[in-house]
């Protein structure tokens, strides 16, 4: 048996920190991008499909290099590759180059997903690992709320005199070109993975046996899951979800500027920062809620009002619009932990597998963002925003198809097996 190792949990907390640090950044990016490299928007939307297609990609691979490598070193590998990855774009910022270090860099953190969640169920011990799990997301939506905050606090100081520049902001001024700015948050990025991988490969982490629920799996697993049809309604739901995440949160600073004149590096980062601070509080919501009612009806409900929001987000006055944009994270809030749990009790075995089908399923989060940048271009951004009733609408359906084989446990449910 594993001993229970501290150090090991917080550091995968802070592995998780540092891939929502990274990953949710490019939101409040898309309009530096736009003005920056004169593209439309399907092309602004090329550098997220870069590297979320990472993701999708990598997932299932990076499964067997955990198992072949082991944790440690394929830690180590992602976070030198990410550290390529954000340092070649900040010394070469180009468009071009921006799709090939954006890929390198969505790899990287697809390879750190898979590599700690088994993880953390080990150095936690499985009978922590729900509580873990969870206080693992509040770390990760902290880190998306700080992300945008800390790239609006570079741009602002760095388009000031500079006459006013002193310490890092001074340093990042000789190393950025004045005319690009916000690239500066990616030598933040090199030097966060470089000192990551450097940690990593410090500290002792443990070799230990994988059950079938931490395993990647075999072909013929998921030749057989494959067969499924529910499988495949799950993988479109996680496809869905995340492209609903993304889109919302890689458009709204863009569609604020738009059609409000909201400033991109001030109310509109602000709203992006809020947008992943109310996905974060929500968990907490969710969480009470899902003591409470059944899995399937907070689904429904959830998703009506992100339905709700994003209609408030679209056609509302601008100061509405401001609001209800960061309010629609609220409502994804449950979303990602509420399909990954009905998906994984409606199979009864190769759970492992399965996990690993649903992760390439963050596909989502490239190919809408770049079809909201498509239609975008032909019709407007409120048009190709519309994109989301559909994604939403998938959600929704959920909760009227899903028929696990284990639902989640109620208060009523235990006090009613409580012996009198």
């Not at 629920?213 to 479109?236: H, K």
């Not at 944009?325 to 009864?348: E, Q, R």
């Not at 559909?390 to 084989?405: D, E, Y």
Request: include cysteine; glycine fraction near 10%.
């Amino acid at each position: 048996m594993v001993p229970r190792n501290r150090l090991l949990v917080g550091a995968v907390f802070l592995v998780f920190f540092v891939i929502s640090f990274l990953t949710n950044i490019m939101g409040p990016l898309v309009p530096d991008i736009i003005d920056s490299f004169h593209v439309s928007l399907t092309l602004a939307a090329v550098l997220p499909f870069c590297f979320f297609i990472a993701y999708g990609v990598l997932s299932i691979p990076s499964g067997f290099l955990v198992e072949r490598w082991g944790e440690k070193k394929l830690m180590v590998a992602a976070f030198l590759a990410g550290t390529v990855g954000a340092l070649t774009f900040a010394v070469l910022p180009t468009f071009q180059v921006a799709t090939v270090s954006l890929f390198v860099m969505g790899a990287a953190m697809a390879a750190l997903q898979v590599a700690i969640n088994p993880l953390l169920r080990v150095a936690g011990g499985a009978e922590h690992f729900a509580f873990n799990s969870t206080f693992a997301q509040l770390v990760f939506g902290c880190a998306s709320f700080i992300s945008p905050l800390v790239y609006s606090h570079l741009v602002t100081s760095l388009s000031m005199a500079p006459t006013t520049y002193s310490g890092l902001i001074a340093l990042l001024a000789k190393l950025t070109p004045p005319s690009l700015p916000w690239v500066s948050i990616y030598w933040l990025f090199a030097v966060a993975t470089a000192l990551m991988a450097i940690f990593i490969w410090r500290i002792r982490i443990p070799v230990f046996e994988r059950g079938e629920d931490e395993s990647a799996g075999t072909i013929d697993m998921y030749a057989q899951l494959l067969r499924n049809p529910t499988v495949w309604l799950y993988f479109v739901s996680i496809f869905a979800y995340v492209g609903c995440e993304q889109g919302t949160a890689d458009w709204m600073s863009e569609f604020l500027s738009r059609y409000h004149g909201v400033d991109p590096h001030g109310a509109g980062a602000s709203a992006v920062a809020y947008f992943w601070g109310l996905l974060t509080a929500g968990c907490l919501v969710g969480m009470v809620l899902l003591k409470f009612y059944d899995s399937r009806r907070i689904l429904i409900g959830f998703s009506a009002g992100a339905l709700i929001t994003l209609t408030l987000a679209l056609f509302g006055s601008g100061p509405i619009s401001q609001l209800a944009f960061p309010a629609i994270g609220l409502f994804a809030s449950i979303m990602w932990p509420t399909i990954a749990a009905l998906a994984l009790n409606s199979v009864p075995s190769h759970q492992g597998p399965f996990a690993g089908i649903l992760c390439t399923g963050v596909m989502g989060g490239a190919i809408v963002p770049l079809l909201i940048g498509r239609l975008g271009d032909q019709f407007g951004l409120r048009i190709g925003m519309l994109v989301l009733y559909v994604t939403f609408g998938c959600i929704l359906s959920i909760g009227f198809w899903a028929r696990p084989l284990v639902n989640n446990a109620l208060l009523r449910d235990r006090a009613e097996t409580r012996p009198s």
